[in-house]
């Protein structure tokens, strides 16, 4: 079992940044993909930055230039650096974990994360 802890989520105007972290306990693969999904209101839950075993990064279109995703060399922490929000960025952003050696994954409780004036 992995446990994932979110923190950083909270209220930002337009044009702000916020870092989100993401802490990783439990059995932990040195070969996994940690990251973001995010899910707004009315809305499917949605992949935001994911990194593969702490080098390779994969964003969503939407995010990829504002967005910074990074872990450490433990792979047990996962950051999400957002600049330059905008309101539709707006949603529970959620912490994901998934075992590259078999199929295990795994969600946190979510953080919200509100951009507005």
């Known amino acids: 079992q992995v446990q994932l802890v979110e923190s950083g989520g909270g209220l930002v105007q337009p044009g702000g940044s916020l870092r989100l972290s993401c802490a990783a306990s439990?059995?932990?693969?040195?070969?996994?993909?940690m990251g973001w999904y995010r899910q707004a209101p009315g809305k499917q839950r949605e992949l935001v930055a994911v990194?593969?075993?702490?080098?390779?990064?994969t964003y969503a279109d939407s995010v990829k230039d504002r967005f910074t995703v990074s872990g450490n060399n433990a792979m047990n922490t996962v950051n999400l650096q957002m600049n330059s929000l905008k309101p539709e960025d707006t949603a529970v952003y959620y912490c994901?974990?998934?075992?590259?050696?078999?199929?295990?994954?795994?969600w946190g409780q979510g953080t919200q994360v509100t951009v507005s004036s």
């Open positions: 994901y974990y998934r075992d590259l050696y078999g199929t295990n994954a795994y």
């Open positions: 990194i593969r075993n702490g080098r390779a990064t």
């Open positions: 439990g059995s932990l693969a040195r070969a996994n993909l």
